[in-house]
């Protein structure tokens, strides 16, 4: 079982940044591909960003390109998410997603979730 924390939401202006963290612990990290989603109230979980698992391989839901960097760190056990020019369309819960993978897959699927870090961007 892998657990996941998620750290470093806030609230924030909008065309501020935040940096989100997601600690890993419990199976050996870099053996898991690493996503990102989010859950605005009333809305669905989407997808926002992924990364494989030596971090070779990146990808990004079409809204986010440009503004978030997604990276790992896999001494540290740790993804992050770097959020910049934030929107009040951020605004959402975000979650970080692993699952077991292989060279630059990209998971559709997710197998273990973390609790999730509120983003508040104020307009």
């Known amino acids: 079982q892998v657990q996941l924390v998620e750290s470093g939401g806030g609230l924030v202006q909008a065309g501020g940044s935040l940096r989100l963290s997601c600690a890993a612990s419990?199976?050996?990290?870099?053996?898991?591909?690493m996503g990102w989603f989010r859950q605005a109230p009333g809305k669905e979980r989407e997808f926002v960003s992924a990364i494989s698992r030596g971090g070779g391989r990146t990808y990004y839901q079409e809204s986010v390109k440009g503004r978030f960097t997604v990276s790992r760190d896999n001494a540290k056990s740790t993804v992050y998410l770097q959020m910049n020019s934030l929107k009040a369309e951020d605004t959402a819960v975000y979650y970080c997603a692993a699952r077991y993978a292989y060279g630059l897959e990209i998971p559709r699927v997710y197998e273990h979730w973390g609790q999730g870090t509120q983003v508040t961007v104020s307009s």
């Open positions: 419990g199976r050996t990290f870099s053996n898991y591909a």
